[in-house]
């Protein structure tokens, strides 16, 4: 269920707020995720791609770098998926230091700041009994209160976003909304709050411009 295909690269992409080619870049043999097919991304590798993410985008960490924390942490720990590994946020971050068998010169202040960072992205996924579950998207700041209005999980419509908590699917909010259905009409009707209807149908729109 997991590890299943479910994502095209564009789908996963826009879900992690990556472009496109970026994440074809990080997919396959050659990447640092390894689907289940060439063209398909897991609940896992979605989740992986989130937290990849902040390692590159906020501090651009060198991939190769990551690369031997990975490998590393793959040996230690056992897993097909370190980068959910829940050692990952203290093992993995300091291992990710290492590029090319010589540690990266970084105050104690850029440390803090990068655990802190991939904490933020960690803490955006929830877990089930060790498993990542639930992934939480930002929408759009990325702060430690960024709402939580939209969760994705693989057994919940059938891995689509959905507003958190409801299992009510964001493309049928949007869907809706462009019907020229009010938003505070779709509020009453499934008691939900306005803020969280506009997100989703926010989140709809820019996968849209994405697409």
Same mark, same amino acid.
């Given at each position: 269920?997991?590890?299943?295909?479910?994502?095209?690269?564009?789908?996963?992409?826009?879900?992690?707020?990556?472009?496109?080619?970026?994440?074809?870049?990080?997919?396959?043999?050659?990447?640092?995720?390894?689907?289940?097919?060439?063209?398909?991304?897991?609940?896992?590798?979605?989740?992986?791609?989130?937290?990849?993410?902040?390692?590159?985008?906020?501090?651009?960490?060198?991939?190769?770098?990551?690369?031997?924390?990975?490998?590393?942490?793959?040996?230690?720990?056992?897993?097909?998926?370190?980068?959910?590994?829940?050692?990952?946020?203290?093992?993995?971050?300091?291992?990710?230091?290492?590029?090319?068998?010589?540690?990266?010169?970084?105050?104690?202040?850029?440390?803090?700041?990068?655990?802190?960072?991939? %904490?933020?992205?960690? @803490?955006?996924? +929830?877990?089930?009994?060790?498993?990542?579950?639930? /992934?939480?998207?930002? !929408?759009?700041? =990325?702060?430690?209160?960024?709402?939580?209005?939209?969760?994705?999980?693989?057994?919940?419509?059938?891995?689509?976003?959905?507003?958190?908590?409801?299992?009510?699917?964001?493309?049928?909010?949007?869907?809706?909304?462009?019907?020229? %259905?009010?938003?505070? @009409?779709?509020? +009453?009707?499934?008691?939900?709050?306005?803020?969280? /209807?506009?997100?989703? !149908?926010?989140? =709809?729109?820019?996968?849209?411009?994405?697409?």
């Amino acid at each position: 269920m997991y590890d299943a295909p479910a994502y095209s690269v564009v789908q996963a992409a826009h879900y992690v707020g990556l472009p496109t080619a970026t994440l074809r870049d990080w997919v396959g043999p050659r990447g640092l995720i390894m689907t289940p097919k060439p063209k398909n991304l897991s609940f896992n590798n979605l989740a992986e791609a989130h937290v990849l993410r902040a390692m590159r985008r906020h501090h651009k960490l060198p991939m190769q770098g990551i690369r031997k924390a990975l490998e590393q942490l793959a040996l230690i720990h056992g897993t097909p998926h370190p980068l959910l590994d829940e050692s990952f946020r203290t093992d993995g971050v300091s291992l990710c230091i290492e590029e090319e068998g010589r540690v990266v010169n970084l105050t104690r202040k850029l440390q803090t700041e990068m655990r802190e960072f991939v %904490d933020l992205y960690c @803490d955006r996924i +929830q877990r089930q009994d060790g498993q990542a579950a639930k /992934l939480y998207p930002f !929408i759009k700041n =990325e702060s430690a209160d960024a709402p939580r209005h939209i969760s994705i999980s693989p057994v919940i419509a059938f891995g689509r976003p959905v507003l958190a908590d409801t299992g009510i699917s964001t493309a049928v909010i949007a869907g809706r909304f462009m019907a020229d %259905d009010s938003i505070t @009409d779709l509020a +009453q009707e499934y008691a939900v709050e306005i803020g969280a /209807l506009e997100d989703a !149908i926010r989140w =709809e729109m820019l996968k849209g411009k994405a697409a």
